[in-house]
């Protein structure tokens, strides 16, 4: 048994009696419970699709298929760049990672932007939480997702963030952490203010350069304070110096990755049920 268990790489992470790592073993139950609670979200809202109430709105004239499969496509992308970066944090290469994770989370905000947009654009045709009971399932089942994603990305900018602790330990860097994660969020947030003008004025004017440049001239003080943000954060990412980071630390990516791919696959359902569905 024990010569077995020595043969498995775990990237030095204690193994249970299982042959699984704590760390695995934990993400896997909860990606397990996670399953059932999205499970009574979908199953919820496709009993009340097949029952429809009174009030139901007729969604092919609401829902924007274009772009719904546009942010889908961004976020199966993002999966790649996720795999990609498990895979160079377990070969040690932390640059690689950083990229990789770097990309997953511009995916990961591109996503977020579209949904914001579209639950934008959805309330202003009057669909609403307390307009009919498609709208609250509706609601509830892609904001829980939302939710999900943008947690997503908060681990992953704690964990690019992480990539840069000194292996001096006498070397200070929570300074340097708390700043890199403010200028994230000041720039995660310009950015959503700048891609929802730019996409209103695409909405308005037509999908052109004519319409980017009018929607970056709405939203011209977050572009600039976008501008500012993502300089601090070009410089802050040039370090000279020894990290602790490595293979060693290859199973917190690895975990990171599978709840990433579970909120991936959970959107493919969410998107085949509730938007592609709606078609047929």
């Known amino acids: 048994m024990s010569a077995h268990a020595g043969t498995i790489d ?33 199953s919820t ?17 609401i ?7 546009f942010s889908t496509f961004i976020l199966l992308m993002s999966s790649l760049l996720m795999a990609l970066a498990v895979g160079a944090s377990q070969k040690g290469k932390v640059e690689a990672t950083r990229k990789m994770i770097l990309g997953t989370i511009f995916f990961g905000l591109i996503f977020l932007g579209c949904q914001v947009y579209e639950f934008n654009h ?12 498609f709208g609250a399932t509706f609601y509830t089942l892609t904001g829980t997702h939302g939710v999900h994603v943008a947690i997503g990305v908060v ?16 070397k200070s860097w929570i300074a340097r ?30 999908y052109n350069l004519g319409a980017l440049v009018k929607g970056v001239e ?17 410089a802050l990412s040039r370090s000279s110096w020894a990290v602790d980071f490595g293979e060693a630390n290859a199973i917190d ?13 959970v959107w493919i359902i969410i998107f085949t049920v509730v938007y592609l569905l709606e078609y047929l």
């Not at 959805?122 to 009971?133: A, P, Q």
């Not at 995660?188 to 308005?204: D, I, K, N, Q, S």
Request: charged share 10%; glycine share 4%.
């Open 177 to 206: 952490a708390v700043t890199q994660f403010v200028a994230f969020s000041v720039a995660t947030v310009a950015f959503m203010v700048v891609m929802l003008a730019v996409t209103h004025a695409g909405a308005e004017h037509g």
């Open 45 to 61: 809202h496709v009993i009340y699709r097949l029952h429809p109430t009174p009030d139901s709105p007729d969604v092919l004239k």
């Open 122 to 133: 959805f309330v202003h045709l009057g669909l609403t939480l307390k307009s009919s009971m």
């Open 10 to 42: 775990h990237h030095h992470d204690h193994t249970t009696t299982t042959g699984i790592p704590n760390k695995k073993l934990f993400m896997w139950a909860f990606l397990a419970s996670d399953c059932m609670f999205f499970a009574a979200l979908i």
């Open 155 to 170: 681990w992953l900018v704690l964990t690019y963030i992480r990539t840069f602790k000194p292996a001096d330990a006498s």
């Open 63 to 69: 829902f924007s298929i274009e772009l719904t499969s």
């Open 218 to 234: 709405h939203s011209l003080v977050a572009t600039i304070v976008f501008g500012v943000s993502s300089a601090i954060l070009v």
């Open 253 to 265: 990516v690895e975990g990171m990755g599978l709840y990433w791919h579970f909120v991936d696959i």
